[in-house]
T-cell receptor, first 116, second 110 residues
Framework: EAGVAQSPRYKIIEKRQSVAFWCNPISGHATLYWYQQILGQGPKLLIQFQNNGVVDDSQLPKDRFSAERLKGVDSTLKIQPAKLEDSAVYLC??????????????FGPGTRLTVT | QKEVEQNSGPLSVPEGAIASLNCTYSDRGSQSFFWYRQYSGKSPELIMFIYSNGDKEDGRFTAQLNKASQYVSLLIRDSQPSDSATYLCAVTYGNNRLAFGKGNQVVVIP
């Protein structure tokens, strides 16, 4: 079984530029998450999708961040415009189903974003 | 954001010793608890999960859960250099969302 795929792996942009990240979850996984992990901290949930619907985006800075999962499979996360404090690793994770065991999430390799 | 506390600083243990990691959480309604291992520059990898009070053993790893005290721990027996990593405690809340602690770094000294 293929794991969670993410691209690009690394991205360097200047502040005020825009950037987009892509995620393809494990096949058949209905639930998809985007996390932000700043160096030295644990991952922080940005948004949770169940199929193509948003379950929780309470911690997504909606003035600059957006995310979509139009066909209930892969997803994109966009930042526009980027700020210096957005420098972090953006992790995508997936789970088979939000409400059914097993509850564990599986993470992709992440995209390391550096904003200069 | 629910609170998950991992307050210990970096933990150095000699090879073959037991490493003990602790985690407390704020949401009394949390039902599922996880330990993830994260090597430097890599993504988190699930190593243990526990849903019920008590101990759960898997190989050299033992997770302990005490819901009354809102406390979960991880023991790593016979620590190996390959166990050197950051260990993240994660707790579910709400719609099975995960809240993570900031992690504890473990260094196993050969």
């Amino acid at each position: 079984e293929a794991g969670v795929a993410q691209s690009p792996r690394y991205k360097i942009i200047e502040k005020r530029q825009s950037v987009a990240f892509w995620c393809n979850p494990i096949s058949g996984h209905a639930t998809l998450y985007w996390y932000q992990q700043i160096l030295g901290q644990g991952p922080k949930l940005l948004i949770q999708f169940q199929n193509n619907g948003v379950v929780d985006d309470s911690q997504l800075p909606k003035d600059r961040f957006s995310a979509e999962r139009l066909k209930g499979v892969d997803s994109t996360l966009k930042i526009q415009p980027a700020k210096l404090e957005d420098s972090a690793v953006y992790l995508c994770a997936s789970r088979r189903d939000r409400d059914l065991s097993p509850y564990e999430q599986y993470f992709g390799p992440g995209t390391r974003l550096t904003v200069t | 954001q629910k609170e998950v506390e991992q307050n210990s600083g970096p933990l150095s243990v000699p090879e073959g010793a037991i490493a003990s990691l602790n985690c407390t959480y704020s949401d009394r309604g949390s039902q599922s608890f996880f330990w993830y291992r994260q090597y430097s520059g890599k993504s988190p990898e699930l190593i243990m999960f526990i849903y019920s009070n008590g101990d759960k053993e898997d190989g050299r790893f033992t997770a302990q859960l005490n819901k009354a005290s809102q406390y979960v721990s991880l023991l790593i027996r016979d620590s190996q250099p390959s166990d050197s990593a950051t260990y993240l405690c994660a707790v579910t809340y709400g719609n099975n969302r995960l809240a993570f602690g900031k992690g504890n770094q473990v260094v196993v000294i050969p």
